[in-house]
């Protein structure tokens, strides 16, 4: 089972909209609609934006938004804001029912 | 609210075990609703699942990790635990235990504890 393949870095200008992809392979990402996105700020606990690939909890901005094509699913941030800047992680379920995380995505806004 | 509050020692030693148990109020543990997981994060690096028990009290553990967790519900106390046996350096990490919608997405974790820090040194 090894890592979902995430950007280390991405960053964006306030206002714009950035694109983080998230790589698996047909045993995880390509196998199922079950993907999930968190934001975690230094110092706190993870908090998931996107969940089942494009669902948002409720509370979540709708400037989030999730997709998938074949093995690689991408999480869009819209709109721009300072306070998205954060670490970003993908997760999938995976065969045998297990979890699997990405290696995560810096979010910088310039 | 929901509150998940995880506890437990923050110093083990090399090669013994980590015990940890995530108290959860304001809801029955053993709700049909939802499962519990662990997921940790070494200083400075990314999440990893550790593993998740259903409210059917089936256990699904990172195959990396399996041979040394154990994670258990008790109801009486409305808690779950983790344990992690023949502990190195490299399970230094900030425990984190959440909670899982059931009937959805499985590695949806809805909620999660604050985490603490588990630093396993001699």
């Known amino acids: 089972q090894s890592a979902l393949t995430q950007p280390a870095s991405v960053s964006g200008s306030p206002g714009q909209s950035i694109t983080i992809s998230c790589t698996g392979t047909?045993?995880?990402?390509?196998?199922?609609?079950?993907v999930s996105w968190y934001q975690q700020h230094p110092g706190k606990a993870p908090k998931v934006m996107i969940y089942?690939?494009?669902y948002r909890p409720s509370g979540v901005s709708n400037r989030f938004s999730g997709s998938k094509s074949a093995n690689t699913a991408s999480l869009t941030i819209s709109g721009l804001q300072a306070e998205d800047e954060a670490d970003y992680y993908c997760s999938s379920y995976a065969s045998s029912s297990t979890v699997v995380f990405g290696g995560g995505t810096k979010l910088t806004v310039l | 609210q929901l509150q998940l509050q995880e506890s437990g020692p923050g110093l083990v030693k090399p090669s013994e075990t980590l015990s940890l148990t995530c108290t959860v109020s304001s809801d029955s543990i053993s709700s049909i609703n939802y499962h519990w997981g662990w997921i940790r994060q070494p200083p400075g690096k990314g999440l990893e699942w550790i593993g998740t028990i259903y409210y059917t009290g089936s256990t699904y553990y990172n195959p990396s990790l399996k041979s040394r967790v154990t994670m258990s519900v008790d109801t009486s106390k409305n808690h779950f635990s983790l344990r992690l046996s023949s502990v190195t350096a490299a399970d230094t990490a900030v425990y984190y235990c959440a909670r899982v919608p059931s009937g959805y997405d499985p590695n949806w974790f809805d909620r999660w504890g604050q985490g603490t820090l588990v630093t396993v040194s001699s």
């Open positions: 047909s045993s995880d990402v390509g196998a199922y609609n079950y």
């Open positions: 089942d690939v494009h």
